[in-house]
Protein backbone atom coordinates (compact mmCIF):
# COMPACT_ATOMS: atom_id res chain seq x y z
CA UNK A 1 0.00 0.00 0.00
CA UNK A 2 1.76 3.50 -0.74
CA UNK A 3 2.27 4.82 2.59
CA UNK A 4 2.01 8.71 3.52
CA UNK A 5 4.89 10.31 4.16
CA UNK A 6 6.25 13.10 7.08
CA UNK A 7 8.19 15.88 5.73
CA UNK A 8 10.26 18.32 7.55
CA UNK A 9 11.04 21.51 5.56
CA UNK A 10 14.38 23.98 6.46
CA UNK A 11 13.79 27.27 5.96
CA UNK A 12 17.52 28.57 4.69
CA UNK A 13 18.47 32.53 4.51
CA UNK A 14 21.56 33.52 4.02
CA UNK A 15 24.08 30.70 5.78
CA UNK A 16 21.33 30.54 8.78
CA UNK A 17 18.07 28.34 9.66
CA UNK A 18 14.93 29.99 10.38
CA UNK A 19 11.58 29.53 12.01
CA UNK A 20 9.66 31.23 9.41
CA UNK A 21 6.06 32.89 11.17
CA UNK A 22 3.83 34.20 8.16
CA UNK A 23 6.91 34.04 6.02
CA UNK A 24 8.61 36.21 8.50
CA UNK A 25 12.23 35.04 9.42
CA UNK A 26 13.50 34.41 12.76
CA UNK A 27 17.04 33.03 12.85
CA UNK A 28 18.28 29.92 14.80
CA UNK A 29 21.21 28.57 13.24
CA UNK A 30 23.73 27.70 10.99
CA UNK A 31 24.08 24.05 9.49
CA UNK A 32 27.19 23.33 12.81
CA UNK A 33 24.99 24.18 15.17
CA UNK A 34 22.03 22.30 13.59
CA UNK A 35 23.94 19.19 13.77
CA UNK A 36 25.11 20.20 17.28
CA UNK A 37 21.85 20.73 18.93
CA UNK A 38 19.52 18.75 16.99
CA UNK A 39 21.45 15.45 15.66
CA UNK A 40 20.21 16.15 12.14
CA UNK A 41 20.97 12.55 11.07
CA UNK A 42 18.57 11.41 13.62
CA UNK A 43 15.88 13.42 13.04
CA UNK A 44 16.43 12.29 9.69
CA UNK A 45 15.56 8.64 10.26
CA UNK A 46 11.64 10.04 11.72
CA UNK A 47 11.20 11.67 8.45
CA UNK A 48 9.83 10.33 4.74
CA UNK A 49 11.04 13.40 2.70
CA UNK A 50 13.25 16.69 3.55
CA UNK A 51 12.55 19.99 1.82
CA UNK A 52 15.21 22.85 2.31
CA UNK A 53 13.64 26.06 1.10
CA UNK A 54 16.14 29.01 0.03
CA UNK A 55 14.13 32.11 1.64
CA UNK A 56 17.10 34.56 1.61
CA UNK A 57 15.23 38.19 0.66
CA UNK A 58 17.35 40.10 -1.08
CA UNK A 59 20.01 38.41 -2.97
CA UNK A 60 19.32 34.68 -3.22
CA UNK A 61 23.04 32.86 -3.67
CA UNK A 62 21.98 30.00 -5.12
CA UNK A 63 26.01 28.65 -5.23
CA UNK A 64 26.05 29.46 -1.35
CA UNK A 65 22.63 27.73 -0.96
CA UNK A 66 24.00 24.55 -3.32
CA UNK A 67 26.94 24.37 -1.13
CA UNK A 68 25.29 24.22 2.89
CA UNK A 69 22.79 21.20 0.82
CA UNK A 70 25.80 19.53 -0.16
CA UNK A 71 27.04 19.44 3.28
CA UNK A 72 23.73 18.94 4.53
CA UNK A 73 22.49 15.61 2.61
CA UNK A 74 25.50 14.02 3.16
CA UNK A 75 24.76 11.56 5.54
CA UNK A 76 20.96 10.80 5.25
CA UNK A 77 19.33 8.73 2.87
CA UNK A 78 15.91 10.38 1.91
CA UNK A 79 14.63 12.53 -0.48
CA UNK A 80 15.65 15.83 -0.74
CA UNK A 81 13.83 18.25 -2.30
CA UNK A 82 15.59 21.79 -2.86
CA UNK A 83 14.48 25.28 -4.55
CA UNK A 84 13.72 28.98 -3.45
CA UNK A 85 15.04 31.55 -6.30
CA UNK A 86 15.04 29.20 -9.31
CA UNK A 87 15.43 31.40 -12.38
CA UNK A 88 17.21 29.15 -14.95
CA UNK A 89 18.03 25.70 -15.95
CA UNK A 90 21.50 26.08 -14.71
CA UNK A 91 20.44 26.96 -11.24
CA UNK A 92 17.98 23.86 -10.79
CA UNK A 93 20.93 21.61 -12.19
CA UNK A 94 23.23 23.03 -9.34
CA UNK A 95 21.19 22.09 -6.75
CA UNK A 96 20.40 18.37 -8.35
CA UNK A 97 24.39 18.42 -8.59
CA UNK A 98 24.41 19.17 -4.63
CA UNK A 99 22.01 16.27 -3.88
CA UNK A 100 18.67 17.38 -4.30
CA UNK A 101 16.07 14.84 -5.70
CA UNK A 102 13.80 16.94 -6.77
CA UNK A 103 13.02 20.90 -6.80
CA UNK A 104 10.72 23.14 -5.64
CA UNK A 105 9.14 25.94 -7.81
CA UNK A 106 7.13 28.48 -6.85
CA UNK A 107 7.78 32.23 -8.42
CA UNK A 108 8.56 30.95 -12.05
CA UNK A 109 5.65 28.69 -12.00
CA UNK A 110 3.99 31.72 -12.52
CA UNK A 111 6.29 34.16 -14.58
CA UNK A 112 8.31 31.83 -16.61
CA UNK A 113 6.23 28.45 -17.89
CA UNK A 114 8.17 27.71 -20.81
CA UNK A 115 10.99 27.36 -18.19
CA UNK A 116 9.33 24.60 -16.15
CA UNK A 117 7.93 22.58 -19.13
CA UNK A 118 11.67 22.61 -20.28
CA UNK A 119 12.24 21.76 -16.84
CA UNK A 120 9.63 18.57 -16.68
CA UNK A 121 11.25 17.57 -19.97
CA UNK A 122 14.53 17.18 -18.91
CA UNK A 123 14.26 16.41 -15.07
CA UNK A 124 11.00 14.36 -15.19
CA UNK A 125 8.02 15.24 -13.90
CA UNK A 126 8.37 13.16 -10.72
CA UNK A 127 11.07 15.65 -9.92
CA UNK A 128 9.34 19.16 -9.69
CA UNK A 129 7.12 19.92 -6.68
CA UNK A 130 5.03 23.13 -7.28
CA UNK A 131 5.03 25.26 -4.55
CA UNK A 132 1.62 27.31 -3.71
CA UNK A 133 1.54 29.97 -1.31
CA UNK A 134 -1.86 30.99 -0.51
CA UNK A 135 -3.78 33.44 2.00
CA UNK A 136 -7.60 35.05 1.94
CA UNK A 137 -8.07 38.14 0.40
CA UNK A 138 -11.39 38.98 0.33
CA UNK A 139 -12.76 35.87 2.04
CA UNK A 140 -10.45 33.32 -1.16
CA UNK A 141 -7.25 31.55 -0.95
CA UNK A 142 -5.27 33.69 -3.13
CA UNK A 143 -2.18 32.67 -4.78
CA UNK A 144 1.13 34.79 -3.79
CA UNK A 145 4.75 34.79 -5.59
CA UNK A 146 8.27 35.99 -5.02
CA UNK A 147 8.23 34.84 -0.90
CA UNK A 148 4.57 35.42 -0.55
CA UNK A 149 4.59 39.30 -1.38
CA UNK A 150 2.96 39.60 -4.86
CA UNK A 151 -0.97 38.82 -4.55
CA UNK A 152 -1.05 37.00 -8.33
CA UNK A 153 -4.91 37.98 -7.73
CA UNK A 154 -5.66 34.34 -8.65
CA UNK A 155 -8.13 31.44 -6.73
CA UNK A 156 -6.04 28.63 -5.62
CA UNK A 157 -8.45 26.24 -7.79
CA UNK A 158 -7.74 28.07 -11.09
CA UNK A 159 -4.15 28.11 -10.24
CA UNK A 160 -3.83 24.43 -9.22
CA UNK A 161 -5.83 23.26 -12.97
CA UNK A 162 -2.83 25.81 -14.28
CA UNK A 163 -0.12 23.54 -12.58
CA UNK A 164 -1.60 20.22 -13.57
CA UNK A 165 -1.27 21.31 -17.39
CA UNK A 166 2.43 22.08 -16.86
CA UNK A 167 2.74 18.74 -15.67
CA UNK A 168 4.35 19.13 -12.26
CA UNK A 169 4.91 16.20 -10.05
CA UNK A 170 3.42 17.35 -6.83
CA UNK A 171 2.00 20.05 -5.17
CA UNK A 172 3.07 22.12 -1.84
CA UNK A 173 0.55 23.93 -0.77
CA UNK A 174 1.08 26.42 1.83
CA UNK A 175 -0.38 28.57 4.11
CA UNK A 176 0.97 32.17 4.73
CA UNK A 177 -1.48 32.57 7.80
CA UNK A 178 -0.83 29.50 9.20
CA UNK A 179 2.81 29.39 8.84
CA UNK A 180 4.84 29.03 11.84
CA UNK A 181 1.55 29.76 14.18
CA UNK A 182 1.36 25.70 15.52
CA UNK A 183 -2.34 26.33 15.15
CA UNK A 184 -2.89 23.90 12.74
CA UNK A 185 -3.17 23.03 9.58
CA UNK A 186 -5.88 25.46 6.95
CA UNK A 187 -7.97 22.13 7.34
CA UNK A 188 -11.19 23.82 5.60
CA UNK A 189 -9.27 25.20 2.57
CA UNK A 190 -6.87 21.67 2.23
CA UNK A 191 -9.83 19.32 1.88
CA UNK A 192 -11.62 21.48 -0.86
CA UNK A 193 -8.57 22.02 -2.54
CA UNK A 194 -7.75 18.14 -2.04
CA UNK A 195 -11.05 16.79 -3.91
CA UNK A 196 -10.03 18.71 -6.64
CA UNK A 197 -6.89 17.97 -8.28
CA UNK A 198 -4.62 14.47 -9.37
CA UNK A 199 -1.97 15.56 -8.15
CA UNK A 200 0.10 14.27 -4.85
CA UNK A 201 -0.45 16.68 -2.40
CA UNK A 202 1.99 17.79 0.36
CA UNK A 203 0.32 20.12 2.91
CA UNK A 204 1.98 22.76 5.32
CA UNK A 205 1.60 25.57 7.44
CA UNK A 206 0.39 25.77 11.30
CA UNK A 207 1.46 21.99 12.19
CA UNK A 208 2.72 22.87 16.26
CA UNK A 209 2.06 19.66 17.38
CA UNK A 210 1.81 15.56 16.47
CA UNK A 211 -1.65 15.88 16.52
CA UNK A 212 -1.94 18.32 13.65
CA UNK A 213 0.54 15.80 11.43
CA UNK A 214 -2.54 13.48 12.71
CA UNK A 215 -5.21 15.52 11.70
CA UNK A 216 -3.41 16.28 8.24
CA UNK A 217 -2.65 12.50 7.85
CA UNK A 218 -6.49 11.64 7.87
CA UNK A 219 -7.73 13.87 5.32
CA UNK A 220 -8.12 11.16 2.42
CA UNK A 221 -6.13 13.03 -0.18
CA UNK A 222 -3.48 14.18 1.77
CA UNK A 223 -0.46 12.39 0.74
CA UNK A 224 2.27 13.78 2.71
CA UNK A 225 2.16 16.34 6.01
CA UNK A 226 4.71 19.01 6.43
CA UNK A 227 5.88 20.89 9.18
CA UNK A 228 9.15 23.97 9.04
CA UNK A 229 8.19 24.51 12.68
CA UNK A 230 12.05 24.07 14.23
CA UNK A 231 10.86 25.03 17.36
CA UNK A 232 8.51 22.82 18.32
CA UNK A 233 9.30 19.60 16.09
CA UNK A 234 13.16 19.12 16.27
CA UNK A 235 14.70 17.30 19.20
CA UNK A 236 12.85 14.61 20.00
CA UNK A 237 9.35 15.83 18.77
CA UNK A 238 9.70 14.06 15.38
CA UNK A 239 10.88 10.77 16.35
CA UNK A 240 7.94 10.46 18.81
CA UNK A 241 5.25 11.83 16.39
CA UNK A 242 6.59 8.77 14.15
CA UNK A 243 6.47 6.43 16.77
CA UNK A 244 3.36 7.31 18.35
CA UNK A 245 1.48 7.59 14.33
CA UNK A 246 3.15 4.06 13.76
CA UNK A 247 1.72 2.75 17.17
CA UNK A 248 -2.05 3.88 15.77
CA UNK A 249 -1.89 1.55 12.89
CA UNK A 250 -1.77 4.54 10.82
CA UNK A 251 -0.57 3.95 7.19
CA UNK A 252 2.79 5.08 6.76
CA UNK A 253 6.52 3.32 6.04
CA UNK A 254 8.95 1.14 8.96
CA UNK A 255 12.27 0.81 8.71
CA UNK A 256 14.96 -0.72 11.61
CA UNK B 1 37.22 -3.35 -6.31
CA UNK B 2 35.42 -0.84 -7.87
CA UNK B 3 31.50 0.11 -8.27
CA UNK B 4 30.74 2.60 -10.84
CA UNK B 5 27.88 4.53 -10.84
CA UNK B 6 27.44 5.79 -14.19
CA UNK B 7 26.94 9.42 -14.67
CA UNK B 8 24.84 9.94 -18.14
CA UNK B 9 23.41 13.88 -17.04
CA UNK B 10 20.29 11.63 -15.73
CA UNK B 11 20.09 14.18 -12.18
CA UNK B 12 21.19 13.37 -8.90
CA UNK B 13 23.60 11.23 -8.12
CA UNK B 14 24.60 11.99 -4.82
CA UNK B 15 22.42 9.83 -2.99
CA UNK B 16 23.13 6.95 -5.22
CA UNK B 17 26.96 7.42 -4.41
CA UNK B 18 26.95 8.05 -0.80
CA UNK B 19 24.90 5.38 -0.04
CA UNK B 20 27.41 2.69 -2.27
CA UNK B 21 30.43 4.48 -0.41
CA UNK B 22 28.90 3.74 2.97
CA UNK B 23 28.40 -0.07 2.41
CA UNK B 24 31.38 -0.61 0.34
CA UNK B 25 33.43 0.79 3.03
CA UNK B 26 31.46 -1.24 5.71
CA UNK B 27 31.78 -4.04 3.81
CA UNK B 28 35.49 -3.32 2.48
CA UNK B 29 34.64 -3.72 -0.85
CA UNK B 30 37.03 -1.27 -2.71
CA UNK B 31 36.05 2.24 -4.34
CA UNK B 32 32.92 3.91 -5.75
CA UNK B 33 33.52 5.58 -8.70
CA UNK B 34 31.08 8.13 -10.76
CA UNK B 35 32.04 8.68 -14.49
CA UNK B 36 30.76 8.56 -17.68
CA UNK B 37 34.11 6.91 -19.36
CA UNK B 38 33.59 4.02 -21.31
CA UNK B 39 37.38 2.74 -20.12
CA UNK B 40 36.16 3.05 -16.60
CA UNK B 41 32.54 0.91 -17.27
CA UNK B 42 34.90 -1.44 -18.37
CA UNK B 43 36.96 -1.71 -15.72
CA UNK B 44 34.54 -2.18 -13.13
CA UNK B 45 33.32 -4.75 -10.95
CA UNK B 46 29.72 -3.62 -10.89
CA UNK B 47 28.36 -1.02 -12.27
CA UNK B 48 24.72 0.66 -11.61
CA UNK B 49 23.01 2.88 -13.80
CA UNK B 50 21.02 5.59 -11.86
CA UNK B 51 18.54 7.55 -13.76
CA UNK B 52 15.47 9.85 -13.04
CA UNK B 53 14.27 11.97 -15.93
CA UNK B 54 12.68 10.96 -19.43
CA UNK B 55 13.50 7.96 -21.22
CA UNK B 56 13.87 9.00 -24.51
CA UNK B 57 17.21 11.61 -23.46
CA UNK B 58 18.63 9.37 -20.86
CA UNK B 59 19.09 6.83 -24.04
CA UNK B 60 20.08 9.70 -26.49
CA UNK B 61 22.77 10.80 -23.58
CA UNK B 62 23.79 7.15 -22.95
CA UNK B 63 24.97 7.00 -26.70
CA UNK B 64 26.40 10.55 -26.24
CA UNK B 65 28.63 9.33 -24.20
CA UNK B 66 29.25 6.16 -26.16
CA UNK B 67 28.23 3.95 -23.13
CA UNK B 68 25.28 1.64 -24.96
CA UNK B 69 28.09 -1.07 -25.91
CA UNK B 70 30.03 -0.92 -23.67
CA UNK B 71 27.23 -1.85 -21.13
CA UNK B 72 25.86 -4.39 -23.79
CA UNK B 73 29.57 -6.03 -23.57
CA UNK B 74 30.01 -5.95 -19.55
CA UNK B 75 26.67 -6.96 -18.95
CA UNK B 76 25.79 -9.22 -21.74
CA UNK B 77 29.08 -10.93 -22.96
CA UNK B 78 30.94 -10.37 -19.88
CA UNK B 79 28.05 -11.30 -17.34
CA UNK B 80 29.25 -8.70 -15.08
CA UNK B 81 26.84 -7.14 -12.13
CA UNK B 82 24.23 -4.64 -13.32
CA UNK B 83 21.82 -2.82 -10.89
CA UNK B 84 19.60 -0.65 -12.83
CA UNK B 85 17.57 1.84 -10.41
CA UNK B 86 14.35 3.81 -11.45
CA UNK B 87 14.50 4.70 -15.00
CA UNK B 88 17.59 2.57 -15.33
CA UNK B 89 16.16 -0.18 -14.50
CA UNK B 90 13.34 0.48 -17.44
CA UNK B 91 16.73 1.68 -19.70
CA UNK B 92 17.07 -2.36 -19.29
CA UNK B 93 13.77 -3.34 -20.77
CA UNK B 94 12.60 -3.61 -24.46
CA UNK B 95 11.38 -0.28 -24.68
CA UNK B 96 9.54 2.88 -23.39
CA UNK B 97 6.40 5.01 -24.83
CA UNK B 98 8.20 7.90 -22.23
CA UNK B 99 9.27 10.68 -24.69
CA UNK B 100 7.66 8.98 -27.90
CA UNK B 101 8.47 5.43 -28.42
CA UNK B 102 12.46 4.43 -27.83
CA UNK B 103 14.42 0.86 -27.61
CA UNK B 104 16.02 0.35 -24.29
CA UNK B 105 19.06 -1.99 -23.93
CA UNK B 106 16.73 -5.44 -24.13
CA UNK B 107 18.26 -7.51 -20.85
CA UNK B 108 14.38 -8.15 -20.19
CA UNK B 109 12.06 -8.71 -22.34
CA UNK B 110 9.77 -5.81 -20.67
CA UNK B 111 8.82 -2.54 -22.04
CA UNK B 112 7.49 0.23 -19.65
CA UNK B 113 4.62 2.02 -19.89
CA UNK B 114 2.65 5.12 -18.44
CA UNK B 115 0.75 4.67 -14.73
CA UNK B 116 -3.01 4.68 -16.04
CA UNK B 117 -5.25 3.73 -13.27
CA UNK B 118 -8.65 5.60 -12.91
CA UNK B 119 -8.62 7.79 -9.96
CA UNK B 120 -5.45 7.80 -8.73
CA UNK B 121 -2.46 10.00 -8.70
CA UNK B 122 0.51 10.18 -10.73
CA UNK B 123 3.31 10.35 -10.54
CA UNK B 124 3.21 7.09 -7.63
CA UNK B 125 5.19 8.87 -5.53
CA UNK B 126 6.53 7.69 -1.65
CA UNK B 127 7.04 5.02 0.04
CA UNK B 128 5.35 1.54 -0.79
CA UNK B 129 5.24 -2.18 0.15
CA UNK B 130 7.30 -4.62 -1.68
CA UNK B 131 6.54 -8.36 -1.86
CA UNK B 132 9.25 -10.29 -3.33
CA UNK B 133 9.90 -13.96 -4.09
CA UNK B 134 10.79 -15.93 -1.11
CA UNK B 135 14.25 -17.26 -2.50
CA UNK B 136 15.35 -13.69 -3.48
CA UNK B 137 19.10 -12.54 -2.99
CA UNK B 138 18.46 -8.87 -3.42
CA UNK B 139 15.99 -8.99 -0.04
CA UNK B 140 17.96 -11.21 1.79
CA UNK B 141 17.43 -10.39 5.40
CA UNK B 142 14.33 -7.94 4.90
CA UNK B 143 10.88 -8.69 5.59
CA UNK B 144 8.35 -9.50 3.17
CA UNK B 145 6.72 -6.17 2.87
CA UNK B 146 9.12 -4.01 3.42
CA UNK B 147 8.84 -0.42 2.48
CA UNK B 148 11.08 1.65 -0.25
CA UNK B 149 10.67 4.84 -1.70
CA UNK B 150 9.08 5.16 -5.20
CA UNK B 151 8.81 8.53 -7.33
CA UNK B 152 7.57 7.55 -10.95
CA UNK B 153 5.08 8.20 -13.75
CA UNK B 154 6.00 4.65 -15.99
CA UNK B 155 5.93 1.00 -14.56
CA UNK B 156 6.73 -2.49 -16.46
CA UNK B 157 4.15 -5.28 -15.92
CA UNK B 158 5.10 -8.76 -16.64
CA UNK B 159 3.86 -12.29 -17.02
CA UNK B 160 7.55 -13.75 -17.81
CA UNK B 161 9.44 -15.36 -14.71
CA UNK B 162 12.24 -12.71 -14.21
CA UNK B 163 12.23 -13.72 -10.97
CA UNK B 164 10.13 -10.07 -9.90
CA UNK B 165 9.54 -8.29 -6.98
CA UNK B 166 5.87 -6.93 -6.85
CA UNK B 167 4.58 -3.42 -5.85
CA UNK B 168 0.79 -2.55 -6.18
CA UNK B 169 -0.68 0.38 -6.19
CA UNK B 170 -4.25 0.08 -8.09
CA UNK B 171 -2.57 -2.25 -10.73
CA UNK B 172 0.57 -4.57 -9.83
CA UNK B 173 3.74 -3.80 -11.17
CA UNK B 174 6.98 -4.89 -11.01
CA UNK B 175 9.03 -3.09 -8.31
CA UNK B 176 12.65 -5.22 -8.97
CA UNK B 177 13.90 -7.87 -10.81
CA UNK B 178 16.64 -10.51 -10.50
CA UNK B 179 17.85 -12.04 -13.69
CA UNK B 180 21.43 -13.73 -12.71
CA UNK B 181 23.82 -10.62 -13.04
CA UNK B 182 21.02 -8.70 -14.29
CA UNK B 183 19.45 -6.49 -11.11
CA UNK B 184 16.77 -3.58 -11.53
CA UNK B 185 14.22 -1.81 -8.98
CA UNK B 186 11.83 0.56 -9.82
CA UNK B 187 12.06 2.02 -6.20
CA UNK B 188 15.07 4.61 -4.90
CA UNK B 189 17.10 2.52 -2.30
CA UNK B 190 19.11 5.04 -1.76
CA UNK B 191 16.28 7.13 -0.13
CA UNK B 192 14.76 4.55 1.68
CA UNK B 193 16.75 4.61 4.25
CA UNK B 194 17.96 1.45 6.34
CA UNK B 195 15.92 -1.18 4.23
CA UNK B 196 18.15 0.31 1.19
CA UNK B 197 20.90 0.53 2.48
CA UNK B 198 20.30 -3.29 3.41
CA UNK B 199 19.63 -3.82 -0.23
CA UNK B 200 22.64 -2.20 -1.27
CA UNK B 201 24.52 -4.33 0.49
CA UNK B 202 23.09 -7.21 -0.97
CA UNK B 203 23.68 -6.45 -4.48
CA UNK B 204 27.14 -5.61 -3.01
CA UNK B 205 27.60 -8.88 -1.22
CA UNK B 206 26.09 -11.44 -3.45
CA UNK B 207 26.36 -10.41 -7.08
Known sequence: MLRKRIIFTLIYENGIFNQSRNFRLQKVGNLNWLEKNYKFQTIAFSLDELIVLNASKEDKNIDEFANILGNLVNDVFIPIAAGGGIRTMDDAKLLFDNGADKIVLNTILATNPDLVRKLVRQYGSQSIVASVDYKPTNNMPC????????????????????????????????????????????????????????????????????????????IENVNAVATANLFNFIGDGLPKARKRIIEEDMNIATWK | MTTVIIDY?????????????????????????????????????RIVLPGVGAFGSAIKNLDEFNLRDTILEYAKIRQRPLLGICLGMQLMGTSSEEDGLNRGLSFVPVNASKIEVLDLKVPHVGFNQVDFPSDSILYKGLENLSDFYFTHSYKMESDMEINQAMCCYGDDFIASYEQGNIVGTQFHAELSQTNGLKLFENFLEYF
Open chain 2, 9 to 45: NSGNLRSAEKSFQLMSEELKLGQVKVSNKPEDVVNAD
Open chain 1, 143 to 218: VFINDGNKNLDIGIDDYICYLEELNVGELYLNSIERDGTGFGYDLDTIRRVCENTTLPMIIAGGAGNENHLIEGLN
